[in-house]
């Protein structure tokens, strides 16, 4: 229920239609709980070992694995470079910390957090991206046209465009699985194959309990807050973990409003401008047009000839027959010989005649 | 009515009575005409009254030699962009989707080419008469503008073909992109027609053009509100990036400051473009003081608009409260574009119009211009993803492609004006546009 009506609220949002009330009914219901039925997962980032097997079940999922056997990932090289996702990795894993300062280094599991309000589905001018009754955010790249309008747009820069694709490139981001699962696996595959279930699958509202829980039961373990519960809006998928957020590459700067928000007040103004404006310039223009009336009855003689133009024939004629008397000495073959250059055509002298020459002296 | 029968008529008799106007040229269209006269046309409107072989020797020159040489690069690297993708092509990366031809080709391109509705509505909407010389170049330079920018647009996006999904196949109604959008379609269009009475005076079909002189008013309105909408639509994509672009260039007045700046570059473009054409096509020398008159006017115009640009930009900053910033590199970036290219073209404008110094006018406009184009760029390229470590720099294959479609602008620009009535009035008509 939840879904169709924030879906109205956002066409109405967009549409301009009560614009005020649906961007305040939007925004309460963003901080309201979601909605019950959306599945998220949570990432306990305490007990995540780094092993990166999380990776290579998501590119066996979704068909992007390579040549690599599943031991490449045990490489730790591969954590000297912060990673982001790419088109071939719709998740990644990086470390922060190291064993050397004497404490466990933190791997954090990263992708498309399936936001509740998506930035990306807001941004995207062809509606590729939709918010699913099941929670997961789905793009389908049948209409994308690649503008990478929704890269710019998502706040946690989780989608990425396969550049290297001359025919057919797409948007490339994590789905949470929702092929697998309609064709009845249990969880995502990430989730699946951690070795240390680090991942959990379930509906959004379990998952925060399941989370608050955790959290009381170890405060020594765990810091106080549930990463994706309110961040831009709130998100589908949690994480919570033994240090401070900012300390390991999540972005705190995002706050709390959705992402959509941001442009709805803009959106909204569009019908106001196209209501007013026209209304303005034409009342402008009738000004206008009143007042060179006035002027050219009350002496219509010391109106320059420019401003008479299609209005008055009479005079229009007048003025055409001076301007073209000064090139009547070469009627046939416009003396022009080079482009680049704009010459003969007699309209040099022309406009000068006719733009220094008062109307009673053409009229006579 | 009368008028135009008579002049009809004047142009289908052969020898011109004494006193009568005679035509300083025949503007017969091919149609109906023996095959002769249809050369005779040819010869004398796409060939500029030349043989085909003394046209194609005119052609040598050191601007067009320049002109081979960038096509000659561009179309190779036009090639490989088309068949092997982007990343070819760019450096464009997920961290860094959009790049040069986003950043320049089409963001500067559509401020630059703002002169055409500001010119339009000028002349046509508030009765400044007095500019409508430069309503015809502004409204083709806009015209050209946005017709590269579409150009540029095709060569940015993954899968250009579908460039009119988002107009009839998939709507996206809740992205900033799809009113952008809608609003380059429409204006492309009217701009377009806005246009049509001096091609259709160079064609010579009198009624057709009588049309599209009646539609003036009309389409200047519209004109005027499309950009509106999508001048400040475009800084409205950025809406969406808080935290990406630096904070000192974020902020939720971006689409107002897109439009303020919007219409700052565009009275500037009106004014070097005519600086420029001036002295590139050797015309109207004779009107040079005229020239100054409206240069001046213009100045003025731009000392006002930049005043409150300048004044948004600051006012954006207080709302944003990032007073402290103005105190690290991008800090002083910020205030080298808000000191220098906002501020001083205001106060050189303001000084050059009190001593009616038109020359002074060009060379803050230029400034101007160039402010416009490096704001633009700081949006999208240079504070964009300030904090991360990587940065974009555009390929050189980027750079070719963006110069070939300056040039093939400049080339279309240049091959119009010699041949239809823009910078002059048509002799045959009335000038009511
Ligand atoms: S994280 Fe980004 S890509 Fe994923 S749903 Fe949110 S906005 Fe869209
Ligand atoms: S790249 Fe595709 S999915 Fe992303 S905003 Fe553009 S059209 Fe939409
Ligand atoms: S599979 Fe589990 S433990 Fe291994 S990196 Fe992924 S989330 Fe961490």
Known sequence: ?364 | MIDQVARTAVLESPPPVADEPAPSRQAVPPRGRSRSASLAWLRREILLGQTPRDYLKSLVTPFNIVAALILCVGIPVTIVRFTQGLAATTNLTDATPWGLWIGFDVLCGVALAAGGFVMASAVHLFGLHDYKPLVRPAILTGFLGYFFVVIGLLFDLGRPWRLPYPLFISPGVTSVMFEVAWCVALYLTVQLLEFCPAAFEWLGWRSCRQWAVWMTVGLTVFGVLLSTLHQSALGGLFLMAPGKIHPLWYSPYIPVLFFASAVAAGISMVVFESMLSHRVFQEARHSRARMDRLTLGLGKAAAVVLMVYFGLKWLALAHGQQWRLLLTPYGYWWLLEVLGFILLPCLLNAYAVRNRRAGLVRFACVITVLGIVLNRLNISIITYHWNAAERYIPDWKEFAITIMIVTLGLLSFRSIVNRMPVLNDHPDFEPAH
């Open chain 1, 1 to 364: 229920m939840s879904v169709s009506r924030r879906d109205f609220l956002r066409l109405a949002g967009a549409a301009g239609v009560a614009n005020l009330a649906a961007a305040q009914a939007a925004r309460a219901s963003a901080a309201g709980p979601a909605n019950p039925e959306w599945m998220g997962m949570l990432t306990d980032l305490t007990l995540c070992v780094g092993c990166r097997k999380c990776e290579w079940a998501c590119r066996q999922a979704n068909g992007l694995a390579g040549e690599e056997p599943i031991d490449a990932y045990d490489d730790p090289s591969v954590f000297a470079n912060k990673r982001r996702t790419s088109g071939l990795s719709l998740t990644v894993v990086n470390r922060y910390g190291s064993d050397a300062a004497g404490e466990k280094p933190v791997h954090v599991k990263t992708q498309c957090m399936h936001c509740i309000e998506p930035a990306c589905a807001s941004a995207c001018l062809v509606g590729a991206y939709r918010k699913s009754p099941q929670g997961p955010v789905i793009y389908d790249d049948s209409a994308c046209i690649g503008c990478r309008y929704c890269l710019i747009a998502c706040p946690f820069e989780m989608p990425a465009y396969t550049y290297d694709d001359p025919l057919t490139p797409v948007v490339r981001k994590c789905m949470m699985c929702v092929e697998r699962i309609r064709d009845g696996a249990s969880r995502p595959a990430c989730a699946e194959m951690c070795p240390v279930e680090a991942i959990t699958f379930g509906k959004r509202n379990a998952l925060l309990t399941l989370a608050r829980k955790k959290i009381a039961e170890h405060p020594d373990k765990y810091v106080d807050h549930i990463y994706g519960e309110t961040e831009a809006g709130g998100t589908c998928w949690l994480y919570i973990a033994g240090k401070p957020f900012e300390e390991l590459g999540f972005r705190t700067d995002v706050g709390t409003t959705p992402y959509p928000e941001l442009t709805r007040g803009f959106l909204s103004s569009v019908p106001l401008i196209q209501t007013i404006w026209p209304a303005l310039l034409m009342g402008a223009y009738a000004f206008t047009q009143r007042r060179e009336t006035l002027a050219r009855d009350s002496g219509a003689s010391v109106a320059p000839p420019t401003e008479n133009g299609s209005e008055k024939p009479e005079s229009g004629r007048a003025v055409a027959v001076n301007r073209v008397a000064p090139s009547d000495d070469n009627p046939s073959l416009p003396s022009r010989s080079r482009p680049g250059r704009v010459q003969g055509r007699g309209s040099d002298q022309a406009s000068q005649t006719r733009s220094e020459s008062t109307p009673p002296e053409a009229e006579s």
